[in-house]
Every structure is written in structure tokens, then in C-alpha cells.
């Protein structure tokens, strides 16, 4: 009896070391498929631009821009660009590009605040553009990364009206900020366009379409959980810690939400829910027939006005 204990011990032993080894194989290959781009060309055509610079580059040579280079608290180098406003002025907006963009895909953007009055600094985000820090992180180690900016912006123009704008994961980061807004007041306003309202449950849509699963399947769970475990012995995160949904009920700082309903990567009902979440001013604002993160390019007008709306509505004195 004994031996057939052990025996039987040994057994399933064998199966759970092995069921999880496999596991750890799996997740560790899906974090790392979640951080490269091919992934999303594939699933969504979002086409890797994170390395091509070239664009910003003759810009800075051509009008001479401030080139900045700073240090982020977590160890590497991040870098952006300083364009000052046509006339001088202590109003600055804070531009966050999106997933596998870098700081030039601002320059879409910079006529809109240039026309208002303000200087804009655009800044490759960790891992993207010049900036160094390896794999991106969703905006966990890249909303700290804020706090280095805006204090150089501090230094730049004191006392003066700091907005971000961010873009698709670059406004989840500026939402994931927020919250740390609230001990400082440095940022007056935030532009969140088309932002997830929590990672983890963007991940379980991606994975039903990556794995064909339905999303309330154990075998999702599953996959979720090994995922999370590669993501914290990679990188020491977990899915949970990135949720701007939690972060905005803390946060009374006004934001303007902006999302295209033909979104097919990040729900437009996301930017809705996290509408309903924010605790402070808020506004919401919606584009027909537009995909992800393209309202300023399929209707510039509306995108414009409603963003000079908010701003003066939320920086008048």
C-alpha cells in the first residue's frame, strides 16, 4: 500500500510539475507576443512605426526645436522634443503618443495648440523612439515617467498651465497619472483619446481573439494567469496595477474622453465607462465611422473645436 501511495504521489506530482511548466512556456510566449508588434498588425493592421524618427528629426533641424534628454526614475533615458508656441507663453501641453508610435505622430497635433497659444513638448514614450527602458509596460512605469517631464516643464515655464493630451496607450498613461495629479496639481487638464479603461480586461478581448476562446472560459483564466506570472518575473507588474478605470475615481482634475465608434482595438464603450468612473469634470465625445485613434485625421474640425472648448471652459480664471 505504501508503495502504490508513492507511486501515486509521484504521479501526480509529475502532472502538476509538468501542467505547470507548461503553463509558464505559454505565458511567457503570449507576454511576449503582447509586446511585439506583429501581433497588432496582424489582429488590427496597427503598424509599427516606434523606430522611425525620421520625421521628427528634420523637423527639430529644420526649425531648430529643443531636443530634451532626461533620466527616468526607473533607470533609463527618455527623450522629447520642446516646440515653443508662436508667441511666448506659459501654456504647455504634454503630448503622449500611442502603442508603436513615437513623438512624431505630435506633429499631427501641433497645429491645434499652436493656434491656442501653446508650447507643446512631445516625447517618445519607454521603449519607443529614442527613449530607452526595454518593453513597454502599458503605462506602469511610463506614468512615472510624466513626473520627470513636468517637472522640467516646471523649470521651463514656472507657474505656468500644463495639459497632456495622450494617445490610445499614451492616454491610458496620462489617466494612469492622474491619480498621482491629485498631491501635486501640476497638470490642469487631460485629453484622454481613445484609452482602454483597465489592461487587464483590453487583454481577455485580445486573448478571445488570439486563442478563439469565449471570454468567461476557465481555459482564458488560465492562460490569463500564466501571462500575469511572465509579466511580474519580467518585469514586476501585475495586469491589475494597470487600470485607469480605478485611477480616474480618484481623480477630480478635468478630462476630456474622445473615441471613434468604428473602433476595432480598444472598444469605444471603454471611454464610456470611464466617463462613468471619473470622479471630477468630465466630458465625452464621440466620432462616427472612425477607427482607432483617427478622429483628428477623419474630422480635424470637431476634433479641434472640441478640444478648444474644454480648454478654455477648464482654464478660465
Excluded at 119 to 143: M, P, Q
Aim: charged share 20%; proline share 3%; aromatic share 12%.
Amino acid at each position: 500500500m505504501k508503495k502504490i501511495l508513492i507511486f501515486c504521489f509521484g504521479i501526480t506530482l509529475g502532472i502538476f510539475i509538468t501542467a505547470n511548466a507548461l503553463g509558464l512556456m505559454m505565458g511567457e510566449f503570449i507576454y511576449r507576443e503582447l509586446t511585439y508588434p506583429h501581433l497588432y498588425q496582424n489582429l488590427f493592421n496597427l503598424q509599427d512605426n516606434s523606430q522611425n524618427i525620421e520625421k521628427i528629426a528634420t523637423a527639430e533641424k529644420k526649425y531648430e526645436w529643443e531636443k530634451v534628454r532626461l533620466n527616468s526614475a526607473h533607470g533609463y533615458t527618455i527623450r522629447g522634443t520642446y516646440i515653443p508656441a508662436n508667441q511666448p507663453s506659459k501654456q504647455t501641453i504634454l503630448f503622449l503618443h500611442g502603442l508603436f508610435q513615437n513623438r512624431s505622430s505630435g506633429l499631427d497635433y501641433l497645429d491645434i495648440y499652436q493656434e491656442m497659444g501653446y508650447n507643446v513638448l512631445i516625447v517618445d514614450a519607454r521603449g519607443h523612439g529614442d527613449s530607452g527602458g526595454g518593453s513597454i509596460s502599458w503605462g506602469y512605469f511610463e506614468k512615472d515617467d510624466i513626473n520627470v517631464w513636468l517637472t522640467w516643464l516646471e523649470q521651463k515655464t514656472p507657474q505656468g498651465i500644463i495639459g497632456i493630451h495622450g494617445i490610445s496607450m499614451g492616454a491610458a498613461t496620462a489617466l494612469l497619472h492622474s491619480e498621482l495629479n491629485e498631491s501635486t496639481h501640476q497638470v490642469s487638464f487631460y485629453i484622454a483619446d481613445s484609452s482602454y479603461d483597465d489592461f487587464k480586461d483590453l487583454l481577455i478581448k485580445q486573448l478571445t481573439i488570439l486563442a478563439a476562446l469565449p471570454e468567461d472560459s476557465k481555459a482564458l483564466n488560465i492562460v490569463l494567469f500564466y501571462t500575469e506570472i511572465a509579466a511580474y518575473y519580467h518585469d514586476r507588474f501585475t495586469f491589475d496595477q494597470i487600470s485607469p478605470s480605478l485611477a480616474v475615481k480618484h481623480t477630480t482634475t478635468p478630462i476630456l474622453y474622445l473615441h471613434g465608434q468604428k473602433d476595432t482595438l480598444i472598444p469605444p464603450q471603454m471611454s464610456q465607462d470611464l466617463y462613468n468612473a471619473t470622479a471630477g469634470a468630465k466630458e465625452l465625445h464621440f466620432f462616427p465611422d472612425t477607427p482607432h485613434a483617427s478622429a483628428v485625421y477623419y474630422d480635424k474640425a470637431t476634433y479641434t473645436e472640441t478640444i478648444r472648448a474644454f480648454i478654455e471652459k477648464n482654464t478660465t480664471k
